[in-house]
């Protein structure tokens, strides 16, 4: 592969992608590469397409052009359940925890594809990453508060090990004090071995903890570069951290 | 003393009394006032305005009741509906012509509803009164309702969790229930009934309560299992005389294949409805169930169409058939049950095996119900009924799951119309049309989705109150209906709606909540 031989170990690349909602193009041609161990973080305004880049990245709905590879295989017609199963994880918008299970059986359905083997372990993980859950554990999942529930979205999709957790605005509606500690768990979770692909509109937090980011609007990458680089950058300043915080 | 309601609720209680008597006479002025009557040479229409004007008349009084008690009268709603009480039920007891009068209805059961109703007004107002201490206020009874939901939430909580010891004792119950003194053969038949249909809704409730796919046409399962066992098991099927067969075959051997023909109707209904949800999905099982009726209506060369399929034996036991030989001119070389064990034929027999068939095939429905939630095939289904886009984002395949659901679901309802089958002895499409999906399925409603001992209390009340009771002819569809919209205006959610967790982490509960779900 071209991108082995320029030294770097693409692990999603997604190049040239479009995807409409029937006659509404959302994304035109986006280009991104995160690389195996990165924190890659994708921000950008309201309805600039950074869900259904993801979304899109799961197989729905699916790329109208363009394609997406994970580790070498084009995953871009592939069915979702089999894009999980090859090692890639989502912490879907809105969290979407099963709310009538308990918290354990929401970790337990994580690990759907996993081996039963590493469930405990894995498990334990979790555990020690959110100790909330622990608590929690016998507890429905509906009735957690919003910041519990992101932590028990991110948990269940660890429980899969993948080798790719995608997040989708894992900081919306939780309280600072919240976000911090999500965002420390990322770096933890990246420590560890997973490569980490964020998007959010929490930019100033989001870049600061990522390797590199990309900038969308309007369905476009319209910047990337090093999470300093886009931090110090005036235009993003201008768009995104200043006026919204 | 004064009945002393403040000025400015007068105009309501007013209009909330002319409203009750108002719904109640339009309510029972065609259904109550109106009665047909068989005549020679034709009917004629018997006028009943007596009884129209008791029905109001009650319904203003326990009205007046109520608002009594909202206003906090208890001692004068204790007073008169003791009195009343203890009026109807003198006359009920010691009724002679004269005291007769007093009773407003000719039904006897109604009456003693009635006064069932009085007593509990007595009481309960007496209880509210001593509670407050004060015989006499204004007292707001707001929480009440809540507090009621609350504690009906806390015994279905206690319920399932305690559905092992729960459980253990109804199966207990049910396995002497035959040998009890005083169980005839009209009450086997009613529990016979009764646990096809809990066997029905438990099977239901996988589809329904686990996976959340609103399934109205579950009859058509029921359906392909008769018919399928009585294809082989009757030796008047025309398949049987095509193949040139003079006997059928026997129940074990049709049992699982009519459940394997359900289950692949199941996958085949399956496949095409993949992609709706809800209302979508309800409609096209709707319109399979009756597709599967008009197929059997009309497919004559296999099915006699309406004729239907006669002559089904009831299972055989230890390989020695349990039928008559009067009835049976071609099973003179086989050897019966009865004969074997030097025992005279009788029909209370044949009814307690059908009674012990049907009761171990609902448990063995029941048993795999509460298994199958904690294997992951189960998990998956409850999965997908919470959320179906998460469930894919985890590596769900949701087609797969999806037609397990259906095809263990069909499977069980192939089982049940096997039973159906070998206990009626005959099958015609007309045993499986839409009223029967619509009961099974207000069982699992009722008895609160995915709630296994639910379903034996809805099963309980749908059918066998209404067999029990059935003399008192049209009157038990009118408790029928009304304590549906009663039990969905209390209970939403259905009776014992509460999902116990397939695990716990914590407590001593981890070891009970992996038993039997009763």
């Known amino acids: ?245 | 003393m004064a009945v002393n309601i403040p000025p400015a609720d007068r105009k309501g209680v007013l209009i909330e009394l002319g409203g009750t008597a108002l719904v109640v006479f339009a309510l029972t002025v065609s259904l109550v006032g109106f009665h047909i009557k068989d005549i020679s040479g034709g009917i004629t229409l018997d006028l009943r305005f007596v009884d129209v004007a008791s029905a109001v008349a009650i319904a203003i009084v326990v009205r007046g009741w109520l608002i009594l008690m909202r206003h906090g009268h208890y001692r004068i709603v204790t007073v008169s509906a003791a009195a009343v009480a203890v009026l109807l039920i003198v006359s009920l007891l010691f009724g002679g012509a004269g005291v007769q009068t007093w009773l407003p209805f000719k039904a006897k059961l109604l009456q003693w509803l009635l006064a069932i109703l009085s007593a509990g007004f007595a009481v309960g107002s007496a209880v509210r009164m001593a509670r407050e201490g004060r015989p006499a206020g204004s007292a707001q009874d707001g929480a009440v309702p809540d507090e009621q939901a609350a504690l009906m939430d806390r015994v279905s909580a206690q319920v399932q969790r305690n559905a092992l010891w729960i459980g253990a004792i109804l199966f207990l119950a049910a396995a002497v229930f035959p040998f009890m003194p005083g169980v005839n053969l009209q009450y086997l038949d009613i529990a016979v009934l009764v646990l096809t249909y809990i066997m029905l809704g438990w099977g239901l409730n996988i589809v329904v309560g686990l996976a959340g796919l609103l399934d109205l046409g579950y009859v058509a399962f029921y359906a392909v299992g008769a018919y399928s066992f009585a294809l082989f098991a009757s030796p008047d099927s025309p398949l049987l005389q095509d193949l040139g067969w003079t006997e059928g075959v026997s129940f074990w051997l049709c049992l699982p294949f009519a459940g394997l023909m359900a289950a692949l109707a199941g996958v085949a209904l399956g496949f095409p409805v993949l992609r709706l949800r809800g209302d979508y999905l309800a409609i096209v099982t709707l319109g399979f169930g009756e597709m599967i009726r008009v197929t059997l209506l009309n497919f004559y060369s296999l099915t006699k169409g309406p004729d239907g399929i006669s002559n089904i034996p009831p299972p055989s036991l230890l390989g020695y058939s349990t039928q008559s030989k009067m009835d049976e001119e071609t099973l003179e070389n086989t050897t019966e049950f009865h004969t074997a064990m030097g025992w005279e034929f009788d029909q209370a027999d044949t009814t307690i095996l059908l009674y012990f068939v049907i009761l171990a095939m609902a448990l063995a429905t029941n048993f795999f119900t509460v298994r199958v939630r904690k294997l992951p095939v189960g998990r998956a289904w409850e999965a997908l009924r919470e959320d179906e886009i998460a469930c894919r984002s985890l590596g769900i395949n949701p087609t797969n799951t999806k037609l397990t659901a259906f095809g263990f679901g069909a499977m069980f309802g192939g089982f049940a119309g096997s039973f159906f089958a070998t206990r009626q002895t005959f099958v015609s499409p007309e045993s499986f049309t839409f009223i029967e999906s619509a009961v099974i399925l207000a069982i699992v409603v009722l008895g609160g989705f995915g709630s296994q001992i639910g379903v034996v209390v809805a099963a309980f009340l749908l059918i066998g109150l209404p067999e029990i009771f059935r003399e008192l002819q049209e009157y038990r569809m009118l408790f029928f209906g009304g304590s549906m919209v009663l039990i969905m205006l209390w209970r939403p959610a259905g009776l014992l709606a509460h999902r116990e967790p397939t695990i716990r982490m914590h407590g001593r509960r981890a070891r009970a909540s992996t038993g039997s779900g009763g």
């Open chain 1, 1 to 245: 592969m071209t991108e082995a031989a320029a030294g770097r170990d693409v692990m999603l690349d997604i190049s040239g992608v479009e995807t409409f909602y029937g006659r509404i193009q959302a994304l035109r041609g986006v280009d991104i590469e995160v690389c195996r161990g990165e924190i890659v973080t994708l921000i950008g305004a309201n309805g600039a397409g950074k869900s259904t880049l993801l979304m899109t990245v799961c197989g729905d709905p699916r790329a109208a052009a363009g394609r997406i590879t994970l580790d070498g295989v084009d995953i871009t017609y592939k069915a979702t359940f089999e894009i999980v199963r090859m090692g890639l994880a989502q912490a879907p918008e809105g969290r979407r925890i099963f709310p009538r299970m308990t918290v354990r059986e929401n970790l337990q359905l994580g690990a759907t594809t996993g081996d039963e083997e590493y469930f405990d372990g894995d498990l334990e993980r979790v555990y020690d990453l959110f100790p909330i859950l622990r608590n929690r554990a016998d507890q429905r999942g509906g009735t957690l508060s919003g910041g519990e529930q992101q932590m028990l979205a991110i948990g269940r999709a660890l429980m899969s090990r993948p080798r790719l957790l995608l997040l989708d605005e894992p900081s919306l509606g939780l309280a600072p004090m919240i976000v911090k500690q999500i965002f420390e768990v990322v770096a933890e979770i990246n420590d560890a071995g997973t490569t980490v692909f964020l998007v959010e509109q929490n930019a100033y937090h989001a870049l600061r903890l990522a390797d590199r980011g990309y900038v969308m609007a309007n369905g476009r990458i319209i910047l990337s570069g090093t999470g300093e680089e886009l931090l110090a950058n005036a235009e993003v300043r201008a768009a995104y951290l200043e006026g919204g915080h």
